[in-house]
T-cell receptor, first 115, second 115 residues
């Protein structure tokens, strides 16, 4: 069974600062995928970034980067230069076989950007 | 037009009623999923389907059933709705042959209230 843990229920960050959202995971699968999704107040789920378990380099996508530490089983999301529009719920998720199968989600972190 | 659509977007019903939530996709993906999100929590998998003839239970399938009418359509039914099934329901699709980041593509969600 796979498990995702997000220990920060809420965070407040000043606009233009960088923010790190924590995610730890547990799985016995040797091959897995890690994902971050954003859910604004409007409710839709927006894909942000993906990391495969055998990827040597940390994934990056614009202002988003995934700090993947396999030995520690952590997959933290880093948002650089935060913007007011980044205020949302953020979910870490994982899937076996590098992804593309059923996702297991964490409970999320509510990020609020302060102007 | 959206690639993954869900109908209805909002529904209020009474305990004991049968409800069907529908999902359609134009992405041509074989894999489809139904998730449920309770307030303040992450998403939990209800059912998933890897093709028209393949239906699988997820973590919380009790009280739900599904039908995969075609590659593009995946319906979720609540045979006899109860108040603790009040939640936000998401349909998602994925394609293991797509390459890229293996992400799941989510519909806009259906907000269901059972009185």
């Amino acid at each position: 069974a796979q498990k995702i843990t997000q220990t920060q229920p809420g965070m407040f960050v000043q606009e233009k600062e960088a923010v790190t959202l924590d995610c730890t995971y547990d799985t016995s699968d040797p091959s897995y995928g890690l994902f971050w999704y954003k859910q604004p107040s409007s409710g839709e789920m927006i894909f942000l970034i993906y990391q495969g378990s055998y990827d040597q380099q940390n994934a990056t996508e614009g202002r988003y980067s995934l700090n993947f530490q396999k030995a520690r089983k952590s997959a933290n999301l880093v948002i650089s230069a935060s913007q007011l529009g980044d205020s949302a719920m953020y979910f870490c998720a994982m899937s076996p076989n590098f992804g593309n199968e059923k996702l297991t989600f964490g409970t999320g972190t509510r990020l609020t950007i302060i102007p | 037009d959206a690639d993954v659509t869900q109908t209805p977007r909002n529904r209020i019903t009474k305990t004991g009623k049968r409800i069907m939530l529908e999902c359609s996709q134009t992405k041509g993906h074989d894999r489809m999923y139904w998730y449920r999100q309770d307030p303040g929590l992450g998403l939990q998998l209800i059912y998933y389907s890897f093709d028209v003839k393949d239906i699988n239970k997820g973590e919380i399938s009790d009280g739900y059933s599904v039908s995969r009418q075609a590659q593009a359509k995946f319906s979720l039914s609540l045979e006899s709705a109860i108040p603790n099934q009040t939640a936000l329901y998401f349909c998602a699709t994925s394609d293991p042959q797509a390459g890229g980041d293996n992400e799941q593509f989510f519909g806009p969600g259906t907000r269901l209230t059972v009185l």
